[in-house]
């Protein structure tokens, strides 16, 4: 039931769908290539994530 809530929100919402998306795989890329980025890529790398996890839930409360 969640799952289909949120897929229906990002599938008529194509651009938030997107964002979304590319905050969270810019988060998981800081934290594989943590060595390469400069100062506290951990702190980078989870609030990225965190933010698209907010993402998702912001999803599953508005959808229908």
């Known amino acids: 039931m969640l799952y289909k809530k949120a897929t229906n929100y990002f599938k008529n ?10 905050i969270g795989g810019l988060g998981a890329g800081i934290l594989i ?7 506290h890529p951990v702190r ?11 993402g998702h839930l912001y999803a599953l409360m508005k959808g229908k």
């Open 13 to 22: 919402h194509p651009e938030y769908n997107s964002l979304v998306h590319a």
């Open 44 to 54: 980078w790398g989870l609030g990225l994530l965190g933010i698209s996890i907010l």
């Open 33 to 39: 290539a943590s060595p390469i980025i400069g100062t």
